[in-house]
């Protein structure tokens, strides 16, 4: 398996638009998370899926955060409208349930201008 | 929800000493406890973990050991290496949420 794969590995955007991160978990893993990275928060949980289903966004920080997963094989994390403070390191996780461990992909690093 | 401490957020060490990281954690019903790697622009990797029914647990020159009256557990590194450098994050894992939660990290540089 290739691992877990996050695209853009890079986005640069302006105050305003609309970014969306994609990711593809190893397959046969039921749960996917979404986490960001900053120096000042270190790793923060965003949102858990667990087969396909999202079971806690608590983490998520407002209204323009969004995250989907439509089937076992892709997610995304939607960020709209997007502002400089957003600006981190998105990584996607998956596992399994029974195990617990948790691998990551590469990270998507967003810079909003 | 879970919390999780982690100390000392910095340690130098030179090549060949050993290094511990320690870690506590808040909600008694945790059960897993891994350890992750990660190298400066690259991803979290897990490098050792261990489970609420073993005290202790060896991999080579990594060492993790948990005491679940205290709750906290910790990381130990021997002989530690120039290539040990990165940050190392412990993190707890509750089964009600199958979530972890990360303590914000430990930077570990072994000078030559």
């Known amino acids: 398996d290739a691992g877990v794969i996050q695209s853009p590995r890079h986005e640069v955007t302006e105050m305003g638009q609309e970014v969306t991160l994609r990711c593809k978990p190893i397959s046969g893993h039921n749960s996917l998370f979404w986490y960001r990275q900053t120096m000042m928060r270190g790793l923060e949980l965003l949102i858990y899926?667990?087969?396909?289903?999202?079971?806690?966004d608590s983490g998520m920080p407002e209204d323009r955060f969004s995250a989907k997963m439509p089937n076992a094989s892709f997610s995304t994390l939607k960020i709209q409208p997007s502002e400089p403070r957003d600006s981190a390191v998105y990584f996607c996780?998956?596992?399994?349930?029974?195990?617990?461990?948790?691998?990551f992909g590469e990270g998507s690093r967003l810079t909003v201008l | 929800g879970e919390n999780v401490e982690q100390h000392p957020s910095t340690l130098s060490v030179q090549e060949g000493d050993s290094a511990v990281i320690k870690c506590t954690y808040s909600?008694?019903?945790?059960?897993?406890f891994p350890w992750y790697k990660q190298e400066l622009g690259k991803r979290p990797q897990l490098i050792i973990d261990i489970r609420s029914n073993v005290g202790e647990k060896k991999d080579q020159r990594i060492a993790v050991t948990l005491n679940k009256t205290a709750k906290h557990f910790s990381l130990h590194i021997t002989e530690t290496q120039p290539e040990d450098s990165a940050v190392y994050f412990c993190a707890a894992s509750n089964p009600r949420y199958s979530t972890l939660t990360f303590g914000k990290g430990t930077m570990l540089l072994v000078s030559p």
């Open positions: 899926f667990n087969n396909n289903v999202p079971i806690d």
């Open positions: 996780a998956s596992g399994e349930t029974r195990t617990g461990e948790l691998f």
């Open positions: 909600d008694s019903a945790s059960n897993y």
